[in-house]
């Protein structure tokens, strides 16, 4: 059962949080990385993102925690699924999460073979699974379509309106979680 829900973004601190739950004695954090170890669970992340029923305790099974994408995204449905759960929002400031974001995640400018290793772990190489993949990772809440992505299938996100997205999504968050677990 999950006694810690993460509801930060991906490069907000998340890897450095499940690092620390984990030191403090929370058995397993489930974190992206986990996909990697659990190809399977890329499925229960798509049901999800179609809007179909998840069993959160299955897919959780052994973790106490979670934090990072694809999870974070659910934040809302998993704070309903586990009442006595904390919650922890880690935020940056939306420049610098904006630039880490670019740089890392959404880079264009990443060597194909480093893509393919790091896709390589989702068998990532079939029509379609690209764009599964960034819906899946899209940290704003939102439906995307092919129409936001570009040739290197990768998302069109601009500065401008990558900031506005990240600040009312930390907003509602921090409304939605003040409300519900005061």
């Excluded at 040739?151 to 939605?176: N, Q, Y």
């Amino acid at each position: 059962m999950l006694k810690i829900i993460g509801a930060g973004l991906f490069r907000t601190g998340t890897l450095s949080l499940k690092q620390a739950l984990e030191d403090l004695g929370f058995t397993k954090c489930y974190h992206f990385i986990e996909i990697l170890n659990n190809p399977k669970h890329l499925d229960i992340w798509k049901a999800a993102a179609d809007g179909k029923t998840v069993d959160w305790d299955r897919l959780f099974a052994g973790f106490q925690a979670t934090t990072d994408s694809p999870a974070c995204r659910y934040y809302q449905e998993l704070m309903e699924r586990y009442p006595e759960a904390k919650v922890i929002l880690t935020v940056r400031s939306p420049e610098k999460w904006y630039k880490s974001s670019y740089d890392t995640v959404y880079s264009h400018n990443r060597p194909l073979l480093h893509r393919k290793i790091l896709f390589s772990f989702f068998g990532l190489f079939r029509p379609g699974h690209w764009f599964r993949l960034i819906q899946l990772l899209t940290p704003f809440n939102l439906k995307i379509s092919s129409s936001v992505i570009l040739s290197s299938m990768m998302p069109k996100l601009t500065a401008g309106t990558s900031l506005v997205v990240w600040w009312m999504r930390t907003k509602l968050c921090r409304i939605h979680i003040t409300f519900n677990r005061s």
